[in-house]
């Protein structure tokens, strides 16, 4: 009977650590059938929904208005974490209202954002200008340098062991 109980146990404890980043009250706000796709080709006609996007960090910037990141879209796995092996749909924008350390929000650094569609920005990248879907967080959820976050083995039961490269 002991035996019964250590593996519920373990079941659970596994679900919780499989589960997303992003909390399931934020979740629950957002439309799941949205794609990144449609967000990025009409930012304006979807002000005020709640999306959750993952990507790399390009560049984050302090500016008056808060902090600005600007990030390379990437599809997620099931816990939220950007997939940088498969095709990117683009950058996006982040615009924190307080201040992120920059040395920490650096270039190269994995992130998850649920958070608000204020529409588009347009900045210049090289010499063009690019039109950028606006988002203001609700929640932010930076990955552990070096792979960390995703077990390397997995045993059924929510048990892995992750190894860092």
């Known amino acids: 009977m002991r035996w019964h109980w250590l593996i ?24 799941p059938e949205l794609s990144y796709a449609q967000l990025a080709s ?14 790399t960090i390009i560049e984050a910037v302090n500016t008056p208005e808060g902090t600005r990141l600007v990030l390379l879209q990437y599809p997620t796995n ?6 940088t092996d498969a095709p990117s749909g ?6 924190a209202p307080e201040y992120l350390e ?6 190269g650094r994995a992130l998850t954002v649920a958070g608000e569609v204020r529409g588009q920005r347009e900045l210049p990248i090289g010499e ?8 203001t967080p609700r929640e932010v959820y930076l ?12 045993f059924g039961f929510g048990f892995g062991f992750s190894k860092s490269l």
């Open 102 to 107: 920059t040395a920490i929000y650096r270039s």
């Open 78 to 83: 099931r816990r939220g974490r950007p997939q």
């Open 8 to 31: 519920v146990l373990a079941s659970l404890l596994g679900c919780v650590a499989c589960g997303s980043v992003i909390s399931p009250q934020v979740q629950s706000l957002t439309d």
């Open 42 to 55: 009409n930012p304006e006609a979807y002000v005020g929904k709640v999306v959750i996007i993952a990507g």
């Open 90 to 95: 683009g950058r996006f924008l982040v615009l």
């Open 128 to 135: 063009t200008v690019y039109r950028y879907p606006l988002l």
């Open 143 to 154: 990955w552990p340098e070096g792979g960390g976050g995703s077990p390397l083995f997995h």
